[in-house]
């Protein structure tokens, strides 16, 4: 069975770091790629960025808001993603979501989904 | 960005009825859209992936079409069980961006 479980979140003050790990079980973690995806409170979701697995580079991509403070890293040994969330500001507040892709180009073109999610992680940014 | 329109935003529809969600993309997606439901307090789940394809497990009720940038989802005959939050996402473009949500209610 495949899971995803989130930790690591908590109430932050603005400017603080934190970091979030998803703890994989029930799949071989270096064949995905994994996401982070958040939720404002009574929002609807945002996607802040991805890894790549290792047969696609390892590289990551960010949403415009998180980029140069957020960074996406995974330990394929430990099947564990990081989020480290660095220079926060209130408007990060929001559950994290960590997401399982089958990130695919082998046919030509790439395809992509969000295929498995974990329960989600409360972040809050507040003096 | 590709900017994600779904509409209704909000849909109140009785158990057995059949229901319609549109979502248009701002630019040609071709087929790179995803659909996916979240009930109440809980994680979002995939349904639907590149337009059509039903997600293992899923309902048959559930059903997406569309190609470019006009999609459709679709609940055959709505159950209680259906009552959530639901979202297509573009995958065509970096950043994979999320329609704004609609959300179904039971009349």
């Known amino acids: 069975e495949v899971q995803l479980v989130e930790s690591g979140g908590g109430l932050v003050q603005p400017g603080r770091s934190l970091r979030l790990s998803c703890t994989a079980s029930?799949?071989?973690?270096?064949?995905?790629?994994m996401s982070w995806v958040r939720q404002a409170p009574g929002k609807g979701l945002e996607w802040v960025g991805f890894?790549?697995?290792?047969?696609?580079?390892?590289?990551?991509e960010y949403a415009a808001s998180v980029k140069g403070r957020f960074t996406i890293s995974r330990d394929d040994s430990k099947s564990i993603a990081y989020l480290q969330m660095n220079s926060l500001k209130t408007e990060d507040t929001a559950v994290y979501y960590c997401?399982?892709?089958?990130?695919?180009?082998?046919?030509?073109?790439?395809?992509?989904?969000?295929?498995?999610w974990g329960q989600g992680t409360l972040v809050t940014v507040s003096s | 960005d590709i900017q994600m329109t779904q509409s209704p935003s909000s849909l109140s529809a009785s158990v057995g009825d059949r229901v319609t969600i549109t979502c248009q993309a701002s630019?040609?997606?071709?087929?790179?859209l995803n659909w996916y439901q979240q009930k109440p307090g809980k994680a979002p789940k995939l349904l639907i992936y590149d337009a059509s394809n039903l997600e293992t497990g899923v309902p048959s009720r559930f059903s997406g079409s569309g190609s470019g940038t006009d999609f459709t989802f679709t609940i055959s005959s709505l159950q209680p069980e259906d009552i959530a939050t639901y979202y297509c996402q573009q995958y065509d473009n970096l950043p994979p961006t999320f329609g704004q949500g609609t959300k179904l209610e039971i009349k």
């Open positions: 029930g799949f071989t973690f270096g064949d995905y790629a």
């Open positions: 997401t399982r892709d089958p990130f695919d180009c082998s046919g030509g073109s790439c395809y992509s989904k969000l295929d498995y």
């Open positions: 890894i790549r697995s290792k047969a696609y580079g390892g590289t990551t």
């Open positions: 630019q040609d997606i071709s087929n790179y």
